[in-house]
Structures are given as C-alpha cells and as structure tokens.
C-alpha cells in the first residue's frame, strides 16, 4: 500500500526506549558519547600493559558484577559495569516490562518467541536484524 510506512513505528519506539534506558554514555572528560556497549568497545581502546581491563566485584546484595575499564581516545580510563544478574532497580523494571510488551507485540506479528527474543537482543547489542527491519505495521481494517 502507498500510505504504509516502509517501518513498523511501534517496534521502532519500542527499541528506542530499551535503549535509551541503558545508553547513551559520555565521558566526563571530553564530552565523547558512546552509543552502545559495541560502539564503546569500538572507541575506545585497551588498558595499557597487556591488562584485560576487567575488574569482578560483589554488590551489597550479594550481585556479581563485572566492571569493564577502556581508555577514551583523550585518554581518560572508563569503566561500565554489567551483571549477570536482573537489575532489581525503577529503571530494571521498565526494561523488562517494555521488553515483554515488545516481545508480545512481535509473537502477535506473526514471529516465533525464541525469534523475537533473538532479535531484540541482537538489536540491543547493537547489530541489525534484517527480520525486524522487515516488518510492516498491522493494516487497520476499515
């Protein structure tokens, strides 16, 4: 149809906002933005000395967390921090809230569950999934 648009706007507003909860990072130092883990993983570079760069600690609540430091191209060490547990906080909830609306949304647009999920995450990471660059949105009946 001429009037569809060529993107389903509902999974793009969708995506945007799991995004938006965990990105965009800026460096205090020169105002650099990182917009995904892979772009800050692209920009920036390793710790100096052959070290790995990652530090595991534990959280009050008992949390494993691994913290990763990168020097920003001005030279300033970076550190983001990721869990290998659920983020229990305001912000936690959301993600996984909109993430099952989303993944619903998806099973109801006709993809398999292990699909959606696959492809969300692939999203996140900061890849292209060209199934969901392929999906339209509903025709309304009249």
Request: proline share 6%.
């Amino acid at each position: 149809m001429a009037n569809q648009p060529a993107f389903d706007p509902e999974l793009i507003r969708g995506l945007k906002a799991l995004v938006a909860t965990t990105f965009p990072k800026t460096c205090r130092c020169c105002g650099r933005t990182f917009r995904d883990v892979a772009d800050y993983v692209a920009q920036t570079e390793a710790l100096p000395n052959g070290r790995a760069g990652f530090k595991q600690s534990t959280d009050d609540d008992g949390t494993v967390i691994v913290d990763l430091f990168r020097n920003c191209p001005c030279g300033s060490t970076l550190m983001d921090s990721f869990t290998n547990r659920r983020d229990h906080s305001a912000a936690g909830e959301a993600r996984r809230q909109r993430f099952g609306d989303l993944l619903a949304y998806l099973i109801k647009q006709g993809l398999s569950a292990n699909t959606a999920h696959r492809e969300m995450l692939l999203v996140l990471r900061g890849g292209r999934s060209a199934i969901l660059s392929k999906l339209r949105p509903p025709v309304n009946p009249k």
